[in-house]
């Protein structure tokens, strides 16, 4: 079942001069920098009320998941929408006809990701999430 839009995915060529557009351009405060070293993923998150915006910088466009996820492509690149009941959500999904990417699911920044392409765009890319518990 979908919670809520999660964070909004933008692919960037240049991450350095990203950042500095959202931060000064913009006025918006990096919450924080997470790399992903399999994928060769570097991402800024910006925190804006309860949704998030990540810049997504791949440094080798040529690997076959980046491919997939439309990451050798600047621009808005998904929507990820948090989950409740993830394994649920991917069968029905699945059984709806949305392709799950190859390599997924598996663990992201906030909990556990999947992406999927749905069956009528081959260009759009959906993420779910099942957001981990914070420590405390």
Do not use: W
Request: charged share 30%; hydrophobic share 40%.
């Amino acid at each position: 079942m979908l919670k809520r839009i999660n964070h909004v995915g933008i692919v960037v060529r240049d991450f350095q001069e990203a950042v500095t557009v959202y931060s000064i351009g913009l006025g918006m405060k990096l919450d924080k920098i997470v790399e992903i070293p399999d994928v060769q993923l570097k991402i800024g998150v910006f925190k804006m009320g309860e949704i998030e915006i990540e810049l997504l910088h791949y440094v080798n466009a040529e690997l076959p998941i980046v491919k997939a996820l439309r990451g050798d492509q600047p621009g808005v690149n998904h929507i990820c929408y948090e989950v409740e009941g993830f394994d649920d959500t991917m069968k029905r999904l699945i059984g709806n006809g949305f392709k799950l990417i190859d390599g997924f699911p598996r663990k992201g920044v906030h909990g556990r990701i999947a992406f999927f392409i749905p069956p009528h765009s081959s260009e759009e890319r959906i993420e779910i999430l099942e957001v981990e518990a914070e420590d405390e």
